[in-house]
């Protein structure tokens, strides 16, 4: 079957370190998503890309940067990590040609800053 | 502002029939869905709505009121696999498109 696929699955990092999420996706979407999941808070958007050439800020992306490499890969960077960057990361993908297209999360990235 | 409210958590019986209520204020509105996500694993899609009324899928169906700005998510035939994370998300207008806002998410407990 398809996929979103994240690496790695989980992390520890101390503070000022700079760290990379990856994510990989065979389902030939174009748009793709990073979120990050915070206990009581839900899923808030980092950053989101529509297709190779085209990058957004969403609500939270003070403290990250993102790199769309090719349209199956959209990594997340910290470039220097601090403990409230810590939490469950997901990148997801959605069909820009449904309308109700939903999002296909990949499995999760737990990330712990010391 | 945006903002998507629904309960923290639930409690229902096995067997019985549980109702997750979602309400939503965004600005604009292009659809809503219902996410199920059980605890470490990633959320997996359960339904969409985007015109008034109700869609059914199996033992889950959902509601939207557009003129309410709310939505429901009924479970029936409750099963112990249903205990997870029921996440009501909105597309609302982020800037100049459409974006998935999301809810805090309300934990079901199913108990035998």
């Known amino acids: 079957d398809a996929d979103v696929t994240q690496t790695p699955r989980n992390r520890i990092t101390k503070t000022g370190k700079r760290i990379m999420l990856e994510c990989s996706q065979t389902k030939g979407h174009d748009r793709m998503y990073w979120y990050r999941q915070d206990p009581g808070l839900g899923l808030r958007l980092i950053y989101y890309?529509?297709?190779?050439?085209?990058?957004n800020k969403g609500e939270i992306s003070d403290g990250y940067s993102v790199s769309r490499q090719a349209q199956a890969k959209f990594s997340l960077s910290l470039e220097s990590a601090i403990p409230n960057q810590t939490a469950l990361y997901f990148c997801?993908?959605?069909?820009?040609?449904?309308?109700?297209?939903?999002?296909?999360f990949g499995n999760g990235t737990r990330l712990t800053v010391t | 502002g945006q903002n998507i409210d629904q309960p923290t958590e639930m409690t229902a019986t096995e067997g019985a029939i549980v109702q997750i209520n979602c309400t939503y204020q965004t600005s604009g509105f292009n659809g809503l869905f219902w996410y199920q996500q059980h605890a470490g694993e990633a959320p997996t899609f359960l339904s969409y709505n985007v015109l008034d009324g109700l869609e059914e899928k199996g033992r889950f169906s959902s509601f939207l009121s557009r003129s309410k700005g709310y939505s429901y998510l009924l479970l029936k035939e409750l099963q112990m696999k249903d205990s997870a994370s029921y996440l009501c998300?909105?597309?609302?207008?982020?800037?100049?498109?459409?974006?998935?806002?999301f809810g805090s998410g309300t934990r079901l407990l199913v108990r035998p």
């Open positions: 997801a993908t959605s069909d820009p040609r449904a309308a109700n297209s939903p999002l296909h």
């Open positions: 998300a909105v597309r609302g207008r982020m800037d100049s498109s459409y974006k998935l806002i």
């Open positions: 890309s529509f297709d190779v050439k085209d990058i």
